[in-house]
């Protein structure tokens, strides 16, 4: 037996193939571009991932036997905007999360009591309603025409079920869901000139959310009727990879982006400080999410820069920890979120002198992004979550000195899974398999083995702390420089 999950991001698509037992038998990757025709802009052709999920399976298929496939999970970018007409026909091409066109929208949107009271999130620009609004104001003739709103990895249901579904992980991120309710907002969806009925419909990620049709069945040799899971938004089913699931359960990804996520028993939001809180992938849980917009992608800056890669100015520095030096980077390349919720801010490198060497100003870069962690940490403090330990995803995580860095601004312990795939293509395999097998999530999504543990270094404490505290007064400092 094998079960499948399919993760739709926004550079490609990834196709994961477990065993009974869990463990990766195969996988196959198919890229995708985004396209920008305006500035602020960025969108993808939807039948764009249908095409790279087809050479994705069909490279599958060469490795495995399809038909022991059980089966199949969906993973995806959250917040995108797939407008469908009456016979499901792409009105336009998709409107992607880091689509910054819709600000003014969500400005509005976000004036509006309603949406933080129902949803628990600041409405941003990169969420779902705000396009759809932006929508109605300036392709007024495609909105009439708005048949059904579906995010980017319930098209591909579509297409390999003919159904029209989603799960409450990725709902939440629409501003559309009432979070604590897990149902549709039908005063939110009013506010933007829709209804329910151009919603699809809620199921939870470890649910069953249609079955394969017949002719994808038999396109890539899969049996004809599996049940395909509700699945999950990219973050909830790294989470379900990782067991990040009860209270707790928390990881770090040091990716493009920066994620510090927190899964909770409750529903708490706490929308003032840029906290993102929305439903889990599973049933009865809720997580919240501190997200920063630029975490490996400032080392990659700063490798564009010195003419080289980002590996190689991580090479230079390892070794053991040490306080952070005088020179301050403020990782707001493109704005930033938690806490600051700011379009506008950009990144700063700031008190360089002469003696500020290459390994200097990588060490500033990976202590500024971890800072940025470490803010997300206070804001998820504010909305009464506490941790102790986090697990380590990312392409970042591959530098033992950063995740050092990471620990003691945090002061938290940081651990290490072992060698693996335990992202999102890996957790929507796991819920492919608890839909097909009606199996308990906490059964099947448990934390994988710790290969080591970095602890916080007592002795470093009190030069963090004083660091960060450079660090936040750096941010008010520069926003009034700047008006």
Not at 221 to 240: E, F, H, K, T, W
Not at 457 to 478: M, V
Request: net charge negative.
């Amino acid at each position: 037996m094998a079960y499948l999950g399919v993760d739709l991001g926004t550079s490609g698509v990834k196709v994961l193939a477990i065993g009974a037992d869990q463990r990766p038998i195969a996988q196959a990757h198919a890229a995708l571009e985004v396209a920008r025709p305006h500035p602020g802009w960025s969108e993808q052709e939807p039948a764009s991932w249908i095409e790279a999920t087809r050479e994705a399976l069909a490279a599958l298929a060469r490795e495995i036997d399809m038909a022991q496939v059980r089966g199949i999970g969906l993973a995806g970018q959250m917040h995108g905007a797939v407008a469908l007409d009456s016979a499901d026909d792409c009105l336009r091409p998709a409107i992607l999360w880091n689509d910054t066109r819709s600000a003014a929208q969500a400005a509005r949107l976000d004036a509006d009591p309603a949406f933080r009271e129902i949803t628990g999130n600041i409405v941003f620009p990169g969420f779902t309603a705000p396009k759809l609004a932006w929508m109605a104001e300036e392709e007024p003739e495609r909105f009439e025409r708005l048949s059904k709103v579906l995010l980017p990895k319930d098209y591909l249901r579509l297409w390999l079920t003919g159904e029209h579904l989603s799960d409450m992980s990725d709902a939440a991120g629409t501003a559309w869901l009432d979070v604590a309710a897990r149902d549709w907002s039908d005063a939110l969806l009013a506010a933007t000139g829709l209804s329910r009925l151009q919603m699809p419909g809620l199921v939870e990620g470890s649910a069953v959310a249609g079955h394969l049709r017949r002719s994808i069945a038999e396109a890539f040799g899969l049996p004809p009727g599996i049940p395909v899971a509700g699945g999950g938004g990219d973050n909830a089913a790294s989470a379900c990879g990782v067991g990040a699931l009860g209270n707790g359960g928390a990881f770090a990804s040091l990716g493009t982006s920066g994620v510090l996520f927190a899964s909770t028993g409750a529903y708490r939001p706490n929308a003032a400080s840029a906290v993102h809180t929305f439903c889990h992938a599973v049933p009865g849980t809720w997580h919240q999410m501190g997200v920063i917009l630029s975490a490996t992608d400032s080392l990659n800056w700063l490798a564009r820069i010195a003419g080289c890669a980002a590996a190689d100015l991580a090479a230079e520095i390892e070794g053991e920890p040490a306080a952070p030096g005088p020179e301050l980077f403020l990782p707001y390349l493109g704005g930033e979120r938690t806490p600051h919720n700011d379009a506008a801010i950009r990144g700063q490198l700031l008190n360089v002198s002469h003696r500020s060497d290459r390994a200097a100003l990588t060490r500033a870069v990976m202590d500024g992004v971890s800072f940025a962690f470490r803010d997300c940490l206070e804001a998820l403090r504010a909305a009464g979550t506490e941790l102790s330990r986090v697990t380590a995803l990312g392409g970042g995580s591959a530098s033992a000195w950063w995740l050092g860095s990471l620990a003691n601004a945090l002061d938290v312990a940081v651990d290490i899974p072992e060698d693996g795939d335990f992202g999102a293509a890996f957790g929507a395999a796991r819920l492919g398999l608890c839909a097909a097998e009606g199996a308990e999530p906490g059964a099947v999504c448990t934390p994988p083995p710790v290969a080591r543990t970095i602890e916080p270094a007592p002795s470093l404490r009190a030069a963090y702390d004083e660091a960060h505290g450079r660090y936040r007064a750096a941010y008010p400092a520069l926003k009034e420089a700047l008006q």
